[in-house]
């Protein structure tokens, strides 16, 4: 069962890319990366990884809030390792089911049901943040549609919401609530940085609101686990938005597969980490 939803997932991945690829002009994007400044390519890494550094410690400041005794550095490891289950292992151990299982095997006081909380909530502050990234931009961007007032109309029942149900569910986020949005903030600040690195690399300088508005919109495309590694989601929705938003086709779904290569080059380096761990396993049963 676990592998036919992973070949699933593999067929839903391929055929979004090859509707995408089907209707660009493949020659443009192989261009576009073959001229690309390589050292802004190269450069590209650094603040997706420092987008990784905020996000684990996003997760450690819940956790540490709630007693369960998560160092930074072993959240660190704890969330790169989930990278690289969630991007290639078939089945049903994704990231957050690995973090889960590692988190009762190290706390078992804390019981399933708060460990399983923090991390819905993790990824719920996650995409709260998202959407309102997304609300800032469009509305900067579609300032003289009227629909965009709703944006401001539902931000704040929105956040009361956030709050009544943090304060329900999760009591104990709310001392470090501010934290954890300031670290979400960065987290999809240094995203951005990334995808403007990627677009500079390409010689292109405008419209940047426009892809930081496709990026976070397609990175709300991706929290829904239709494809590995939301691989042929985030081009979809780079080449839709892009009519829509009359930026150029080729340039947006480069800049989604380059950010792609960027996401899927990182969760490969848990590999090294998963072969670590097993070792020192291996090497404890010899001890035995």
Same mark, same amino acid.
């Given at each position: 069962m676990k592998y036919l939803k992973w070949l699933l997932k593999?067929?839903?991945?391929? /055929?979004l890319l090859w509707w995408v690829f089907s209707r660009i002009d493949l020659e443009s994007v192989s261009q576009a990366i073959g001229k690309a400044d390589k050292l802004l390519l190269a450069l590209a890494f650094v603040p997706y990884l420092a987008s990784r550094v905020t996000a684990a410690v996003r997760l450690t400041t819940i956790l540490q809030a709630h007693k369960v &005794? %998560? *160092?930074?550095y072993g959240g660190l490891h704890l969330h790169w390792i989930s990278m690289f289950y969630g991007m290639f292992l078939p089945g049903g151990l994704g990231g957050d089911a690995y973090k889960l299982l590692r988190l009762k095997q190290h706390f078992p006081a804390q019981g399933t049901m708060l460990l399983t909380r923090i991390l819905l909530w993790d990824r +719920? +502050? &996650?995409?709260?943040?998202?959407? @309102? =990234?997304a609300g800032v931009i469009g509305m900067s961007r579609f300032y003289h549609n009227a629909l965009v007032f709703a944006i401001p109309a539902l931000a704040l029942p929105g956040a009361g919401v956030l709050w009544w149900s /943090?304060?329900?569910? %999760?009591?104990?986020? +709310?001392?470090v609530l501010g934290r954890i949005l300031l670290l979400s903030l960065g987290t999809q600040v240094f995203q951005i940085i990334c995808? &403007? @690195?990627? %677009?500079y690399s390409m010689g292109e300088t405008d419209h940047w609101a426009?892809? /930081? =508005?496709?990026?976070? =919109?397609s990175s709300i495309a991706t929290v829904f686990p239709l494809s590995i590694g939301g691989i042929g989601v985030r081009e979809l929705v780079y080449l839709r938005? *892009?009519?829509?938003?009359?930026? *150029?086709?080729?340039? /947006?779904?480069?800049?989604?597969v380059l950010f792609d290569i960027i996401v899927t080059a990182t969760a490969v380096t848990g590999a090294a980490l998963v072969i670590g761990e097993r070792s020192e396993r291996g090497a404890k049963v010899v001890s035995e």
């Open positions: 593999f067929s839903i991945t391929v /055929a &005794g %998560l *160092s930074h +719920i +502050i &996650g995409f709260v943040m998202l959407g @309102f =990234l /943090a304060k329900k569910w %999760l009591p104990g986020i +709310i001392s995808t &403007g @690195f990627l %677009l426009d892809y /930081a =508005l496709l990026f976070l =919109l938005g *892009s009519v829509l938003l009359g930026v *150029s086709e080729p340039i /947006a779904v480069t800049v989604s």
